[in-house]
């Protein structure tokens, strides 16, 4: 590895002092080959790009026997085998490319990330993202306490392996969850929850994520609201910054709906004071992007950036963060609930989700209490049906009940927005051209769920 | 019937797994949802215990053809397993198209449809085993 080394947030925060947004592709391939084909592709696109390794579906969840398995047979995977491949094949994969110009984030959505975190850190790395409640309740079976546990270890290592200069780096994937129908109240109050977790465990660089949602005004509250909770609960001294995510439900299957949406997460990024953006792709609704694919997105988002001029001052009488609004309220509430049960975030969060105060809408996981629920009003704002056991009111609005055609329009509130042509579906944000548009063949017709 | 719901081992999605929930309840079907990431030894144990008339099986991360096999090798090595139908659809493979061969694999293995995202197809197989009824 090179002997210069910035860390992943000191490079954002750089990045954002030179009025730059960080854009990240989400990208993984089995073959090291073309994973470090992809990583220098990411690093040539003409943006300022942090470079990601998305790790596989089977290592994600633990199987390294059939990780191995597929390795052998020359399987193709759906990301890097990151604890199969040698760390010396990983290390050369990102010999030369990692440098204090360009940080590498491993990806992977582990519910039980310690051999992922002892394999980054054996290949030279040291940021990667996810969290004990983020990347366990809505992706799968394993216990939340297991989750937990598994989490602190993973921070204890990833801490306890710094290289003199480095400064290891967690991202919080709470801001996400399901990817849409949550209020983002919630959103907010776990990136900042499973921030300070991450903190609590010995790590001093973190970022907060935030999801794109259903409406743009609505998801500037909510970034600005999660720049001042993180501002004021974690500890002085932990560097942070806020990632926010292009959305992440049901995509556009046009290449102008996509490029569409695309460039109004890069404005809101822009808007709202976030210093990176993980991007999505016109191929998807399709397949797994290329990397092809990916450098025009990134290339895409950092052009809108440039042309979206500074944010807002957030803090003046009449800035935006002037009174806080409702999705600051709300998160505010849950984070101080969970803090009052106990100061130890990994007894809190665990005890939150079995008292019913934390309770991720639609999420099927046995620890979930299952009885939240969200919609999209009238306005196109995300609101709470039902908030079950949480200590925040759900809205007024009368819900209908959840029927399949109801759920399918709700999760396509987006898509249809974009994918139809109206001039500007970002309800009057003003919107420069789109950078590129690709024509493509016409998407297959049929429904997909995904 | 009484249909039994599960999400492939390594995929974590969930929306549509929420989504064929409520559309096949709406169907009249009786379902029992298992979630995501279910290996096959849960998978099987699930089906002792419930006693489904179809398993559906829906996958969209691109590891459906081969999550898929082992699903359905485990359940046919069972004898009192052999003979529930099974049903698998989505997004089966990460080329984006149906892949003939990974198709014909699975179908030898005992899975009785290997579906893509054609909700009318998953309609139609469930409707010809309902016992005597009119599908709905």
Known sequence: MTARHVSF?????????????????????????????????????TATTAGTLTVDSYTRVGDLAAARAAVADGARLNGYPIATHPAAVTRALLAG??????????????????????????????????????????????????????????????????????????????????????????????????CLFFAQHGIRSVSLSYAQQTHPGQDE?????????????????????????TYMGVYPRTPHGATRLLEASARLAVRSGAGRLIVKTTAEAHRIPTVEENVRALETAAAAAALAGPPAAPDGPDGPDADGGEVLAEARTLIETVLDLDDDLSRALPAAFARGLLDVPFCLHPDNPGRSRGLVDPTGRLRWAATGGMPIGADATTAAPLTADGLLAALHHVVRRYDSAPPNPEDGHARPPAARLTVRPPAPTSTTVT | MKILLSGTASDSHTWNLVYLQLFLGELGHEVVGLGPCVDAEELADACRRHAPDAVVLSSVNGHGYRDGLAAVRRLRAEPALAAVPVVIGGKLGVAGRPQETETARLLRAGCDAVLGDDLDALRGFLAARVHGGVPA
Request: aromatic share 6%; hydrophobic share 50%.
């Open chain 1, 97 to 194: 490319l990692v440098d204090e110009g360009f940080p590498v984030q491993v990806r992977h959505g582990s519910a039980r990330p310690e051999a992922i975190v002892r394999a980054l850190t054996a290949a030279g790395l040291d940021a990667t993202e996810g969290g004990p409640v983020s990347y366990c309740l809505p992706y799968g079976r394993t216990p939340l306490r297991r989750s937990v546990a598994a989490w602190a270890r993973a921070c204890e290592l990833l801490a306890g392996a710094v290289r003199p200069g480095a400064v290891p780096h967690v991202e919080s994937f709470g801001g996400c969850l399901l990817g849409q129908l949550c209020p983002p109240g919630l959103l907010v109050a776990l990136s900042v929850l499973e």
């Open chain 1, 221 to 245: 509250e909510a970034v600005r609201a999660l720049r001042r909770l993180a501002a004021e609960f974690l500890p002085a001294g932990v560097d942070h910054h806020v990632v926010l995510y």
């Open chain 1, 9 to 45: 947030g000191a490079f954002v925060a750089a990045a954002a002092d030179a009025g730059r947004l960080v854009v990240q592709p989400r990208m993984g391939f089995g073959d090291p080959r073309l994973m470090r084909a992809g990583l220098e592709r990411t690093r040539a696109a």
